[in-house]
């Protein structure tokens, strides 16, 4: 049997003038070679994990367990779409529902982009939170992603964020990163704000090994 390559991944393929003497081996073949590829190929990304949709609340926690051995590291994509005060963002680990009480340390980095092009640095013990975005009260857009490094093993939780808030006249840029030191594995966490309430979307992502 003469046979052709695929254009994309060279997979093995008869031409079209052969008899396909062995048909069941010929799939096998060609099966194996696409598992193959697909595995070497499309092994990096994220993986939905869960969604929530949340309106006028202190906080917002993912269901328990949603840090398994599944995954290594995770995402969160967050969408802000209103706070009643002024907001401090914070990210926070759990465990069955409970959330943990002792201290995170962070740093956080900001520019103002639009308005009077100021920026800060604060570097902070905000209790058992690690902050990642601030703005004014009111129908402002915050987006933010959050990276969070091993939070289901019992060693130190690592996060990283960048966050942009629009507040109409003013863009402010926020970048952060923070630790939580306690050898806890913890299967889930919570975002809120530090006062007031907010509103939007909050999607968990895994990121496969």
Not at 13 to 33: F, H, M
Not at 105 to 131: H, Q
Request: hydrophobic residues 35%; proline residues 2%; charged residues 10%.
């Amino acid at each position: 049997m003469s046979t052709s390559t695929t254009t994309n991944y060279g997979w093995t393929i008869p031409n079209d003038d052969e008899l396909v003497k062995n048909g069941a081996a010929a799939i096998r073949t060609l099966g194996q070679a696409i598992d193959t590829t697909a595995a070497s190929s499309f092994g990096g990304g994220l993986v939905h994990i869960e969604t929530q949709d949340f309106t006028t609340v202190a906080s917002v926690t993912f269901s328990n367990n949603v840090f398994t051995s599944d995954y290594l590291n995770y995402k969160i994509i967050l969408n802000v779409t209103a706070t009643t005060a002024d907001a401090d963002l914070y990210y926070r680990n759990t465990l069955s529902g409970t959330p943990a009480t002792t201290s995170y340390y962070f740093g956080r980095f900001y520019i103002d982009t639009f308005s009077s092009g100021t920026s800060g640095l604060a570097v902070e013990n905000n209790g058992p939170k690690i902050g990642f975005s601030r703005s004014a009260a009111g129908n402002y857009q915050i987006g933010s992603e959050l990276t969070i490094y091993r939070p289901q093993i019992a060693s130190e939780t690592v996060v990283t964020a960048h966050s942009t808030t629009e507040t109409g006249a003013t863009a402010i840029g926020h970048w952060s990163v923070g630790n939580h030191t306690t050898a806890t594995a913890y299967d889930s966490c919570t975002l809120g704000v530090l006062s007031g309430t907010f509103s939007g979307k909050a999607v968990l992502f895994g990121v496969k090994k």
